[in-house]
């Protein structure tokens, strides 16, 4: 009888918070993803609540890996820039564990996707440096060299123009000004090529709902470095989550 390795991902989301069992051979979920509104206003004791819901939903009983839209320093909060400000300087894992009883382990959510597509997905083999990007409410980054993530970059807040790049080449900066693809377009090829500059890396992997229509906007970027679309798609903050944390071994 074969041994799975089996994890467990929660992905903390402004709108939702995803978990579901992750097989870490393959990448694939293990069960059916379940999915909580995320509360409003998303307090600390409010999200722990939606968590330990989550996680009894699966009765799961092992340690457990969280993406989280934050800079996550050994479990502790540092950054607010799209949550509640009363998260900062939380020490998140010491929360969950209270409220679940389980081991827990703390990562960011766009660092958590690039551990999925480094692993799974489009940057896997890749060497040297590789940057993942998800385009969404703001803009996340996680930072590979040789395959080995660098953490909390937070790259979407780097100052362009004048002010945070995010706020200009986000997805929701798409849909706030009423850009077209092409338009939009135009201020992520900005935005990279000054990403490029300043790291060089050998690959872009572009993430987020907008990398589900890539073909309407990618081919209008032209930079020197290779752009590839993300392929893990909504699983991706599952999956990185659940690499993070020690896997269950299991009969199958």
């Known amino acids: 009888m074969n041994k799975a390795q089996l ?14 069992v992750v097989d870490l051979d393959k990448g694939d979920l293990a069960s059916t993803r379940y999915r909580i509104d995320t509360p409003r206003p998303a307090t600390p004791a409010a999200i722990a609540e939606v968590l330990r819901d989550l996680v009894d939903h699966e009765n799961w009983t092992r340690a457990l890996g969280i993406a989280f ?16 400000d009363s998260w900062l300087d939380i020490n998140a894992n010491e929360l969950f564990a ?8 703390m990562v960011n959510d766009a660092d958590a996707a690039g551990l999925a597509e480094m692993n799974f997905g489009a940057g ?10 998800t385009f969404g409410t703001g803009i996340g980054s996680g930072l590979f060299m040789d395959g080995v993530l660098v953490p909390n970059t937070e790259l979407g807040h780097l100052e362009l123009d004048g002010s945070d790049a995010e706020l200009h080449a986000s997805a ?58 993300a392929v893990m798609g909504n699983n991706a903050g599952i999956v990185g989550a659940a690499l993070v944390a020690p896997a269950a071994q299991v009969d199958v």
């Open 7 to 20: 994890g467990f991902g929660i992905d903390i989301g402004g709108t939702g918070m995803k978990a579901a």
């Open 69 to 84: 839209p934050a800079v996550v320093r050994a479990g502790v909060v540092g950054s607010a820039a799209n949550i509640d």
């Open 98 to 105: 209270s409220a679940t009883g389980l081991e827990v382990r």
């Open 124 to 133: 896997r083999g890749r060497t040297g440096v590789v940057m993942m990007l």
């Open 172 to 229: 929701r900066a798409r849909r706030l000004d009423d850009l077209s693809w092409k338009q939009w377009a135009a201020r992520v090829e900005r935005y990279l090529k000054h990403v490029e500059r300043l790291f060089s890396p050998e690959l872009f992997i572009v993430g987020g709902g907008v990398s589900k229509r890539h073909d309407e906007w990618l081919h209008h970027i032209k930079i020197d470095t290779e752009v590839l679309p």
